[in-house]
C-alpha cells in the first residue's frame, strides 16, 4: 500500500530558528495536505496543496507540492514556544478518499 | 471552518465490555466517515471508511466484526469496540467530509483505556 516517509522524526531547536521538514511517497497523491497535532487532541489541518509544484503560505508557514507529486516540504519560519507539537504530512487522491498521514516529526523548542 | 465532535472525549472500561464512541458533523452534512486509531508516539492509522447507508469498509487487519461501525444519518457515525481488551486502548479519531466542504475534518478524539 502507499506509504509515507517523513523526516526528520523529531527536531530540537531554539526559539526563532527555522524549521524543515520533508515527506516523501512510494507513489503519486493528488493532494498534499500537512496538519499539526497537540496531545490529546485531533490533527488541525495547516495547509493543504492541490497542484504539483504548488506553493502555498500560511503565515510563518511555507509548503511545496513536489513536481513529480510524490513529496512536500513544509517550512516554520522564526519558530515561537506554540509551534511545538507534532506535525504530520498526509496525502490523498481524490477529495473524499481516506487520508493517508506520515509518521510525524515531533518539533521541541529549547527555551 | 466545519467543527466534527467525539463523544465521549476519554472512556475507562474494564476488558471485556464494549465501548459505543460517537462522531458527528455538527454544521454539515457528512456523506463520508473515517476512523482512525492513534497508539502512542505513532501516527494515525485508518481503520475504516464509511458511507452513509451503506456499510464500512475496513482496511487490512482491522476486525469488522471487533470494531463496529454504524453511520446511520449524515451526521453521525458510531465506533462500538466490541470485547476490549487492554490491547485496544488507544486515541481514536474521527474525520467526516462531504457537502460543500474541500477537506475533511478530524474530531476531537477519545482516549479509551481498557483495564
Known amino acids: 500500500g502507499q506509504q509515507l516517509n517523513q523526516s526528520p522524526q523529531s527536531m530540537f531547536i531554539q526559539e526563532g530558528e527555522d524549521v524543515s521538514m520533508n515527506c516523501t511517497s512510494s507513489s503519486i497523491f493528488n493532494t498534499w495536505l500537512w496538519y499539526k497535532q497537540e496531545p490529546g487532541e485531533g490533527p488541525v489541518l495547516l495547509i493543504a496543496?492541490?497542484?504539483?509544484?504548488e506553493l502555498t503560505s500560511n503565515g510563518r508557514l511555507t509548503a511545496q507540492f513536489g513536481i513529480t507529486r510524490k513529496d512536500s516540504f513544509l517550512n516554520i519560519s522564526a519558530s515561537i514556544p506554540s509551534d511545538v507539537g507534532i506535525y504530520f504530512c498526509?496525502?490523498?487522491?481524490?477529495?473524499?478518499?481516506?487520508?493517508?498521514f506520515g509518521k510525524g516529526t515531533r518539533l521541541h523548542i529549547l527555551p | 471552518g466545519a467543527v466534527v465532535s467525539q463523544h465521549p472525549s476519554r472512556v475507562i472500561c474494564k476488558s471485556g465490555t464494549s465501548v459505543k464512541i460517537e462522531c458527528r458533523s455538527l454544521?454539515?452534512?457528512?456523506?463520508?466517515m473515517f476512523w482512525y486509531r492513534q497508539f502512542p508516539k505513532q501516527s494515525l492509522m485508518l481503520m475504516a471508511t464509511s458511507n452513509e447507508g451503506s456499510k464500512a469498509t475496513y482496511e487490512q487487519g482491522v476486525e469488522k466484526d471487533k470494531f463496529l461501525i454504524n453511520h446511520a444519518s449524515l451526521t453521525l457515525s458510531t465506533l462500538t469496540v466490541t470485547s476490549a481488551h487492554p490491547e485496544d486502548s488507544s486515541f481514536y479519531i474521527c474525520?467526516?467530509?462531504?457537502?460543500?466542504?474541500?477537506?475533511?475534518?478530524f474530531g476531537p478524539g477519545t482516549r479509551l483505556t481498557v483495564l
Open positions: 474525520s467526516a467530509s462531504g457537502g460543500q466542504q474541500d477537506e475533511q475534518f
Open positions: 454544521d454539515f452534512q457528512a456523506t463520508t
Open positions: 496543496l492541490y497542484k504539483a509544484g
Open positions: 498526509a496525502g490523498q487522491m481524490n477529495r473524499d478518499d481516506k487520508i493517508i
